[in-house]
Nanobody, 126 residues
Framework: QVQLVESGGGLVQAGGSLRLSCTAS????????LGWFRQAPGRKREFVAA??????????YYVNSVQGRSAISKDNAKNTVTLQMNSLKPEDTAVYYC?????????????????WGQGTQVTVSS
């Protein structure tokens, strides 16, 4: 299995930035893709961004609402994936989760991810 720990959340004013980090441990060789999802109260878990892990092509994906103001990156040596979020909006407020896909599922589907971290809270004030 793979264990994931997120960090970097917090309270920020609209227009500000946060850098979320996810560190993986355990059987990291099994990782195909890491993704960031978010969930606000009363809402389904929503895809935010994803990145291939060991694929030859460094595929990156973003949901439209964060495209252009967010950047996902990885450091395989440190088993870490980072989501840099700029120009934050109140609509970005949610608990952000890091997930691991080990079976090459659909990148934007939450049920494609087998392991999850505990989440980190992002709150954007207006």
């Amino acid at each position: 299995q793979v264990q994931l720990v997120e960090s970097g959340g917090g309270l920020v004013q609209a227009g500000g930035s946060l850098r979320l980090s996810c560190t993986a441990s355990g059987r990291t060789a099994d990782i195909y893709r890491l993704g960031w999802f978010r969930q606000a109260p009363g809402r389904k878990r929503e895809f935010v961004a994803a990145i291939s892990w060991n694929d030859d092509d460094d595929y990156k994906y973003y949901v439209n609402s964060v495209q252009g103001r967010s950047a996902i990156s990885k450091d395989n040596a440190k088993n870490t994936v980072t989501l840099q979020m700029n120009s934050l909006k109140p609509e970005d407020t949610a608990v952000y989760y890091c997930g691991v896909d080990i079976s090459r599922g659909t990148y934007y589907a939450a049920d494609a991810y087998t392991f999850w971290g505990q989440g980190t809270q992002v709150t954007v004030s207006s």
